[in-house]
Antibody
Framework: QVQLQQWGAGLLKPSETLSLTCAVY????????WSWIRQPPGKGLEWIGE???????SYNPSLKSRVTMSVDTSKNQFSLKLTSVTAADTAVYYC??????WGKGTTVTVSS | DIQMTQSPSSLSASVGDRVTITCRAS??????LNWYQQKPGKAPKLLID???NLQDGVPSRFSGSGSGTDFTLTISSLQPEDFASYYC?????????FGQGTNVEVK
């Protein structure tokens, strides 16, 4: 069973860049798309985008201008960068092999 | 984007009750519909994929049905551990989108 471990900075100032990484343990990294999803406090789930082992990406149009995803196949890791963050980007960010396996989530707070 | 509309947004129920949550897609999605359960402070957990396929280890009191645009999640006899939030999600086309969630609370 695939396991995901994620990490990254939890406190950012407005205009900074959010950076998170997710490591994939057990199972094949090459055979799937890997997603990022976020959930603002007390709100629902929003899919941010996905990437595969060759770097092919799909992004949510609502965030596309600020999102970059990348992959490091040598480490079985994928990453998310979100630029120019504001308070509206405060959320729990999950990495996932949708729909089956999710990371535990990283709380990111944007505050001056 | 495909819009997913869940109803109700919240409901109050008692242990043993039959609970039904509905999810409507803004366009036909076949059976590309997933249901998740989420408890406070935890990641969503997949209950059902492909509209009606119960995941391993998920109790049989959970069931899903529907196709096209209208889908249902049913809990046949609510148990204490079922009080949580539930989300539908379409897997038909990117961007993957979720319903707004249904919070199942103790009556």
């Amino acid at each position: 069973q695939v396991q995901l471990q994620q990490w990254g900075a939890g406190l950012l100032k407005p205009s900074e860049t959010l950076s998170l990484t997710c490591a994939v343990y057990v199972g094949s990294f090459r055979d799937h798309y890997w997603s990022w999803i976020r959930q603002p406090p007390g709100k629902g789930l929003e899919w941010i985008g996905e990437i595969n082992h060759s770097g092919s990406t799909s992004y949510n149009p609502s965030l596309k201008s600020r999102v970059t995803m990348s992959v490091d196949t040598s480490k079985n890791q994928f990453s998310l960068k979100l630029t120019s963050v504001t308070a509206a980007d405060t959320a729990v960010y999950y990495c996932a092999k949708m729909p089956y396996v999710w990371g535990k989530g990283t709380t990111v707070t944007v505050s001056s | 984007d495909i819009q997913m509309t869940q109803s109700p947004s919240s409901l109050s129920a008692s242990v043993g009750d039959r609970v039904t949550i509905t999810c409507r897609a803004s366009q036909t999605i076949g059976t590309y519909l997933n249901w998740y359960q989420q408890k406070p402070g935890k990641a969503p957990k997949l209950l059902i994929d492909a509209a009606s396929n119960l995941q391993d280890g998920v109790p049989s009191r959970f069931s899903g049905s529907g196709s096209g645009t209208d889908f249902t999640l049913t809990i046949s006899s609510l148990q204490p551990e079922d009080f949580a939030s539930y989300y539908c999600q379409q897997g038909y086309s990117v961007p993957w989108t979720f319903g707004q969630g249904t919070n199942v609370e103790v009556k």
